[in-house]
């Protein structure tokens, strides 16, 4: 974390993706470094989830380069490498957070299985081995380890996010995409989720990409911020820097019409 | 003169101002050609009357605010660097490591308790949870907060309880350089007294300053240069 | 289930029914059993991997053993001697009537004998004697994919198999062990085939997993409704899914065969009265006759085919 010459845990270059006419998002261009977490921000149909879906590796760009520097072999397009390269990737170094917990955990599973999956994806055969990480992980994201074995149908909105986040970090990701994490849920629920995810991400110096709407949340959360509109970048910087002296007219606009509290 | 090897901040010909875009890109100047330099153990106090662009100085040199002319040159990791134009995550390393920022107003994650916001910034820095825990009881002592109220979010604290715990934040790591905008202006004698002890302390450990301080006592007490602003921007 | 008349009914072969005229050959046309044929040699080559195949509609409906069937009608010839089982028995109504749509339609011999018969066609048992090299076991599988109650999407289980992702397949039986402390999956129990393919063994016992790896003879699996055939060539390996501290096991009774005394065949449990009394008796009605026969005629019979 010292020298200008670091090199980013993950590069996007000239990224554009088109819906037949529609823009997708356009020239867009980012870092992401170690431990840092990256909030883009943007109205609906800005592009940003577009975006995410893309760096995420869910979606081949139109044109454009994603680097993922990778622990052995140093920065590699993701959408160059194989395809089981690509998804070996997903389900060890990275993790997403869906908005809606159904699309990232086994709704027909236990907690403790879902907890678990990953580290039998990746070889794990040794079942309290399996039990004993999962439930580490339960505890990690302040869950009730009574919940083990129920299945997640029975959990709240706020318990469902923590199980997602269990379920992605148990193999220490390094990057960790999340789609409007804490939307959807009540405002207590909220506070100490953004809490938890901020503490793991500390102590484990995961990066982030985090996309929300909410400009208060990034505040917190985010070091540095990118505002979206109409599929474009029209402003990075700092997170304090952007919403306290915004230079764009779009964000100095989206910025004023914040309502105070 | 000052002593050019005890230097850790200079700051060149800096340009701030405002464009406002939905006021008909209405620019709005703050200051211009403001050039000072820090050294350690220094404590320069930014002088002049309100809406002169001290706390606007104080945030540009922290990144807070953004600079486009000029320069901010800063000794970070053994190296010069100029903010003005540095990368966002270059910024980033220097306020984790070489400069801390003590604003008005305390603004943290809701329903995290104290002593946790305290000790995070060490933890963050990978210490360990017990020698972050102890070092950050230690400054909320000196701070005189109330031990019972450690294990409690800040939120309905005082508003001199709030601004003593924004202070602990930053304290509680040692950075080379400070900047501290009005950091007494809501605490009683007492407390005042205590921030005073925790700055002159700092100085002493060779920390270099740049404060804003109304207070006449407090800048008698811990100034050792005074710039002021509208000198400057006269002198431009 | 003739239970009572398994003693007395030793004959060798079952009674031939009459040949139908104006059928081809166990009843597919040539094409057709050419496309079977290929896609089971493809099934060999590649052990576990789901080909499909152009499954034709068939004299009795999905879920009957069409896929069995069709498999049959392309590998047998006239001089194969049918043997077909369901659930281990010989006589029960799907046994016996495919059974005689292989005698009306291609007028060959059938058995009930697990030694004497070249091709075997089960649904749901493996015969408790030892398979050889020179005959054929073919499946009759109601759904071929292993993978599908944790994925719904086709595309995505066969990619997953493309690219040997089965980590999800231990989440099924983590679960089993979380709930009951123990797996509890008793039939159907995933298999991995030639440490690559993970496979579903069609609905038998997991009693019957351990026969499969390493089995002399050839095992071909038929799925109608889903159109898909598999394999395992003789001598492959075939292994039980398991965790390194839940290691497989299959199941064990505490009673022996009430019929011929057999400790260590699978056992079914049969209501025998209206006051609920049970008893246990070999699933393989075959091997129960012949362990009959050996406890009355001294060790070994006379056609010397008792191992």
Redesign the interface.
């Known amino acids: 974390m010292t020298s200008n010459k670091e090199t980013p845990l993950l590069r996007v270059t000239e990224l554009s993706h088109y819906y037949g006419d529609q823009v997708g998002c356009e020239e867009i261009n980012l870092e992401v470094y170690n431990g840092e977490i990256l909030g883009i921000v943007g109205e609906s149909g800005s592009g940003k989830t577009t975006l995410l879906k893309i760096i995420s590796g869910l979606l081949p760009p139109t044109q454009g380069t994603i680097e993922f520097d990778k622990r052995i072999e140093g920065p590699s397009d993701i959408y160059q490498m194989s395809e089981p390269e690509r998804r070996l990737l997903m389900r060890t170094d990275w993790g997403i957070i869906y908005q809606n917990p159904k699309d990232g955990l086994r709704m027909n599973v236990s907690a403790g299985a879902n907890v678990g999956e990953r580290l039998m994806a990746v070889g794990a055969r040794n079942y309290s081995y399996i039990r004993a990480e999962s439930n580490d992980w339960l505890n990690k994201v302040e869950m009730d380890l009574g919940r083990i074995d129920h299945f997640p149908k029975t959990f709240s909105g706020g318990m469902l996010q923590r199980l997602q986040i269990a379920r992605n970090l148990i193999t220490k990701p390094r990057l960790v995409f999340m789609d409007e994490p804490t939307s959807g849920l009540d405002v207590s629920v909220q506070a100490r989720l953004l809490d938890l995810v901020r503490g793991l991400v500390n102590q484990l110096g995961i990066s982030c990409v985090i996309v929300s709407h909410d400009l208060g949340v990034m505040r917190l959360l985010s070091h540095r911020l990118m505002v979206m509109k109409s599929g474009k970048v029209v402003e990075q910087g700092l997170t304090d820097q952007v919403l306290d002296d915004p230079q764009a007219p779009y964000t100095q606009l989206l910025v004023s019409s914040i309502l105070p509290i | 003169m000052k002593n050019k090897l005890r230097e850790v901040l200079s700051v060149n010909n800096l340009k701030k101002s405002?464009?406002?875009?939905?006021q008909n890109s209405f620019e709005l100047p703050v200051f211009y050609n403001i050039s000072f330099s820090l050294s350690k153990g220094e404590c320069l106090v930014l002088s002049g009357s309100s809406g002169t662009g001290k706390s606007t100085l104080l945030?540009s040199i922290y990144?807070?605010?953004?600079t486009h002319l000029g320069e901010i040159n800063i000794y970070h990791?053994q190296s010069w660097i100029n903010l003005v134009g540095a990368?966002?995550?270059?910024?980033?390393?220097v306020r984790?490591q070489t400069l801390g920022y003590v604003s008005q107003f305390l603004?943290?994650?809701?329903?995290?308790s104290t002593l946790d916001l305290v000790a995070?910034p060490l933890?963050?820095r990978g210490e360990t949870e017990v020698n972050s825990i102890n070092r950050a009881k230690d400054i909320l002592k000196k701070l005189a907060i109330p031990e019972n109220l450690w294990n409690l979010p800040p939120a309905t604290f005082s508003g001199g309880e709030q601004q003593r715990v924004n202070i602990a934040i930053t304290f509680v790591r040692d950075f080379p350089i400070l900047l501290l905008d009005e950091p007494t202006a809501s605490l009683d004698t007492k407390n005042k007294q205590a921030v005073i002890d925790l700055i002159k302390n700092a100085k002493d450990k060779g920390t270099a300053i740049i404060g804003i301080f109304h207070d006449q006592s407090v800048r008698d007490s811990v100034g050792t240069t005074i710039f002021n602003i509208e000198e400057a921007k006269k002198a431009a | 289930m003739a239970i009572s008349n398994q003693s007395e009914k030793a004959g060798n072969s079952t009674e031939t029914p009459e040949i139908l005229e104006g059928y081809n050959f166990a009843y597919l046309d040539d094409q057709t059993k050419r496309m079977i044929r290929r896609a089971i040699l493809k099934a060999v080559a590649i052990p576990g991997y789901q080909v499909p195949f152009g499954s034709r509609e068939m004299p009795l409906p999905f879920g009957w053993g069409t896929g069995g069937i069709q498999i049959t009608a392309s590998i047998i010839g006239k001089d194969d001697i049918l043997k077909v089982i369901d659930q281990g028995a010989d006589d029960t109504t799907n046994a016996i009537n495919i059974r005689n749509f292989f005698g009306k339609t291609a007028g060959i011999e059938t058995t009930e004998k697990t030694t004497e018969a070249t091709v075997i066609q089960t649904r749901h048992r493996i015969p408790e004697n030892p398979l050889s090299a020179k005959q054929i076991l073919v499946y009759q599988v109601p759904i071929p994919e292993p993978l599908r109650w944790l994925e719904q999407r086709e595309s995505e289980t066969r990619k997953m198999h493309a690219l040997a992702e089965y980590g999800v397949m231990h989440v099924g039986l983590y679960e089993n062990i979380a709930h009951f402390g123990r797996v509890t999956t008793s039939y159907n129990y995933p298999v991995q085939v030639n440490d690559r393919y993970i496979m579903s063994p069609s609905p038998i016992p997991k009693f019957d997993n351990p026969k499969m790896d390493k089995m002399p003879a050839l095992q071909l699996f038929g799925a109608g409704r889903e159109k898909r055939i598999y394999a395992v060539p003789p001598f492959t390996k075939v292994k039980s899914l398991d965790f390194e501290d839940h290691p497989f096991a299959i199941e064990s009774w505490e009673e022996s065969c009430a019929l011929c005394g057999s400790s260590n065949s699978f056992l079914d449990e049969v209501i025998i009265d209206d006051e609920g009394s049970r008893m246990f008796v070999c699933s393989d009605s075959n091997f129960c006759r012949e362990e009959t026969e050996k406890i009355k005629d001294g060790p070994v019979t006379s056609s010397g085919e008792t191992l």
């Open positions: 405002f464009i406002l875009h939905n945030r990144g807070n605010y953004l990791n990368p966002p995550h270059l910024i980033l390393d984790k603004r943290v994650i809701p329903r995290i995070e933890l963050s």
